[in-house]
C-alpha cells in the first residue's frame, strides 16, 4: 500500500533585517555556527532540561554523543540549538538516543553536512529517508513509531509537524525560528541581534531590562516602536509576571 504523508509546509518569505544587514554577503552564514546559546537557554527554547540538552551533546560513557559536534562547556551555535530542538520532539515520541545519534549520523552522510535535522531536506526527504533506512536496519522504532501507526499511515506530520511548522525556511535551513510559537512575535534569527531572541529586531533581554529599571508596557512600546501586546509577548517570553492593568 502506498503510503503518504502531510505536514504544514514551512514558510520560505523574506526576512526583513536591520539597516545595515549582511544578508547580502556569505558572512551571516558564519554566525550560524558561533557559540551563543547556553544549555539553559537551548532548553528553554527547546522545552528540555539543561543538563537532558548538556547530554545529548555529551553521551554517556559507553555512547557517544547523540549530537556530536560540540566542545565540552562550550556553548550551543544556532543550528545545533535547531537541532536540539528536533531531537527534543523524537524524545517526546519515545525514540532512544542511540538510534537518534544512529540516524543523525546517516543523515550527516546522505545530506554531506554537520547539521542535517536544520536542513529543509531534512523536512522534505526525512519520513522517506526514516523509513527505508530503519527497514534496512532493523530499527523498529523509526518503522514503527516514526513511519507508520497501526493505521498503516506516515506518522511523520504526528511527531514532527509542529516542530517544522516552528521554522521558515530558506538557503536550504531553518533559518527563522519562531521560538514561542507562530501566534507569538518573538523570533530567532541568526541573522538579527546575533541570534537573541527578538520581537521585530529589538531583543527580548532589552525589553526586560527596560520594565525591570521601571519602565510600564506603555513607555517601552513607544521607546522601541512595538505594539503593546509585542512588548507583552516580549516580556512573557523572558519569564516577566506583568503587573495587572
Known amino acids: 500500500m502506498t503510503m503518504s504523508v502531510t505536514v504544514?509546509?514551512?514558510?520560505?518569505?523574506?526576512?526583513?533585517l536591520p539597516t545595515g544587514s549582511i544578508e547580502g554577503s556569505d558572512l551571516w552564514r558564519k554566525r550560524l555556527t558561533l557559540p551563543m546559546y547556553t544549555a539553559a537557554e537551548t532548553a528553554r527554547y527547546t522545552h528540555a532540561k539543561p543538563q537532558t540538552i548538556g547530554y545529548w551533546f555529551r553521551g554517556?560513557?559507553?555512547r557517544g554523543p547523540a549530537l556530536p559536534g560540540r566542545k565540552p562547556g562550550e556553548r550551543l551555535n544556532y543550528l545545533q540549538a535547531v537541532e536540539a530542538a528536533f531531537?527534543?520532539?523524537?524524545?517526546g515520541f519515545g525514540v532512544g538516543l542511540?538510534?537518534?545519534r544512529d540516524a543523525h549520523a546517516y543523515f550527516q552522510a546522505l545530506l554531506k553536512t554537520e547539521y542535517p535535522f536544520a536542513t529543509q531536506r531534512f523536512f522534505t526527504e526525512g519520513a522517506h529517508v526514516l523509513k527505508e533506512w530503519g527497514v534496512?536496519?532493523?530499527?523498529?522504532?523509526?518503522?514503527?513509531?516514526?513511519?507508520?501507526?497501526?493505521?498503516?499511515?506516515?506518522?511523520?506530520?504526528?511527531l514532527l509537524g509542529e516542530r517544522f511548522h516552528t521554522f521558515d525556511y530558506e538557503h536550504d535551513l531553518a533559518?527563522?525560528?519562531?521560538?514561542?510559537?507562530?501566534?507569538?512575535?518573538?523570533?530567532?534569527?541568526?541573522?538579527v541581534s546575533f541570534g537573541s531572541p527578538c520581537v521585530r529586531g529589538i531583543p527580548t533581554w532589552a525589553l526586560r531590562?527596560?520594565?525591570?529599571?521601571g519602565a510600564s508596557v506603555e513607555e517601552i512600546s513607544a521607546d522601541f516602536?512595538?505594539?503593546?501586546?509585542?512588548?507583552?509577548?516580549?516580556?512573557t517570553f523572558e519569564g516577566m509576571e506583568l503587573e495587572a492593568a
Open 87 to 91: 531531537v527534543a520532539a523524537f524524545r
Open 136 to 158: 534496512r536496519q532493523a530499527q523498529a522504532e523509526f518503522t514503527e513509531v516514526v513511519v507508520g501507526d497501526e493505521h498503516g499511515q506516515l506518522a511523520w506530520t504526528e
Open 175 to 191: 533559518l527563522r525560528w519562531h521560538v514561542a510559537g507562530r501566534n507569538s512575535p518573538v523570533q530567532i534569527d541568526p541573522r
Open 209 to 213: 531590562g527596560r520594565y525591570e529599571a
Open 225 to 235: 516602536g512595538l505594539e503593546g501586546v509585542e512588548v507583552v509577548a516580549g516580556l
Open 60 to 62: 554517556g560513557e559507553t
Open 8 to 16: 504544514p509546509t514551512p514558510a520560505a518569505a523574506s526576512v526583513d
Open 98 to 100: 542511540r538510534n537518534l
